[in-house]
Nanobody, 124 residues
Framework: QVQLVESGGGLVQAGGSLRLSCAASGRTFNRYAMGWFRQAPGKEREFVAAITGSGNMLYTADSVKGRFTISRENAKNTVDLQMNSLKPEDTAVYYC?????????????????WGQGTQVTVSS
């Protein structure tokens, strides 16, 4: 069982930056691929970024490529999402998710564990 807790969301002006963090429980964190997803009101949950357990492979959605960066620190059981050059269309609830021995999937259904989400609001 893995418990995930996101933090770092908030209100920011367009062009600004935020850093989201996800803290995971358990002693086998490096066996989990981690993903970030987001869901805006009235829209489906969408993939943002993923990273494999070792951190060797990173995947980023085209909509955020060049602006968002995923990273992890296995010694601290954390995965972060650095978000720069934020746009109003980035407004959503952001979720981190864990996939045991996963490849860093872009599919939400691949992830077994989810955090409660953190709100990111970007004003124009």
């Amino acid at each position: 069982q893995v418990q995930l807790v996101e933090s770092g969301g908030g209100l920011v002006q367009a062009g600004g930056s935020l850093r989201l963090s996800c803290a995971a429980s358990g002693r086998t964190f490096n066996r989990y691929a981690m993903g970030w997803f987001r869901q805006a009101p009235g829209k489906e949950r969408e993939f943002v970024a993923a990273i494999t357990g070792s951190g060797n492979m990173l995947y980023t959605a085209d909509s955020v490529k060049g602006r968002f960066t995923i990273s992890r620190e296995n010694a601290k059981n954390t995965v972060d999402l650095q978000m720069n050059s934020l746009k109003p269309e980035d407004t959503a609830v952001y979720y981190c998710a864990a996939d045991y021995l996963g490849p860093g999937s872009k599919e939400a259904r691949a992830y077994e564990y989810w955090g409660q989400g953190t709100q990111v609001t970007v004003s124009s």
